[in-house]
T-cell receptor, first 113, second 115 residues
């Protein structure tokens, strides 16, 4: 049973436009949600997170929105840049999972020139 | 120093070999992790060390043997691996065990190929 789902395996966006990556979850006990970015042959890099008590967190070009009633979160990147081309993983943690991360399958973002 | 360093970057081994993967961090983090990642899949947790003690073993076969010699070092000893064990092995650290913010610092990984 996948607790964290990223239903889009890939997304293609024009440079300068907004990229929106989506993530759905099933466990209402999740306390924290995170986005990681991964380039090929490298380890994932932490990007941004949000606590379950908030609905928005912003860091520069990156904003994460959380809709608890819909069990949905999204990552907005604006404006999109070529260096943003990577695989983005959504992850969640909960006290009852010993705070270990539950990962989504990832979405490959391609920024077109 | 905000890096997690993994060596070697690439390793090719036969099914009868014994080899080790090494990981080092100097951020004073007290939790260290081994993850395995296959192509187009998310990282899969293998082991967690909290304060140098093994706290989580996600039912990993005994041919993988972790070791934490001190708070900065984490090893993964490999013996009698199978071709399906070929993957990217990622080491990560976090400031505190049970850090619910989930911010992990990953190394670049060791790409393992088992022939």
């Amino acid at each position: 049973d996948q607790q964290v789902k990223q239903n889009s395996p890939s997304l293609s966006v024009q440079e300068g436009r907004i990229s929106i990556l989506n993530c759905d979850y099933t466990n209402s006990m999740f306390d924290y949600f995170l986005w990681y970015k991964k380039y090929p042959a490298e380890g994932p890099t932490f990007l941004i997170s949000i606590s379950s008590i908030k609905d928005k967190n912003e860091d520069g070009r990156f904003t994460v929105f959380l809709n608890k009633s819909a069990k949905h979160l999204s990552l907005h990147i604006v404006p999109s840049q070529p260096g943003d081309s990577a695989v983005y993983f959504c992850a969640a943690s909960a006290m009852d999972s010993n705070y270990q991360l539950i990962w989504g399958a990832g979405t490959k973002l391609i920024i077109k020139p | 120093d905000t890096e997690v360093t993994q060596t070697p970057k690439h390793l090719v081994m036969g099914m009868t070999n014994k080899k080790s993967l090494k990981c080092e961090q100097h951020m004073g983090h007290r939790a260290m992790y081994w993850y395995k990642q296959k192509a187009k899949k998310p990282p899969e947790l293998m082991f967690v060390y909290s304060y140098e003690k093994l706290s989580i073993n996600e039912s990993v076969p005994s041919r993988f043997s972790p070791e934490c010699p001190n708070s900065s070092l984490l090893n993964l000893h490999l013996h009698a691996l199978q071709p399906e064990d070929s993957a990217l092995y990622l080491c990560a650290s976090s400031q505190d065990p049970g850090d619910y913010t989930g911010e992990l610092f990953f190394g670049e990984g060791s790409r393992l190929t088992v022939l």
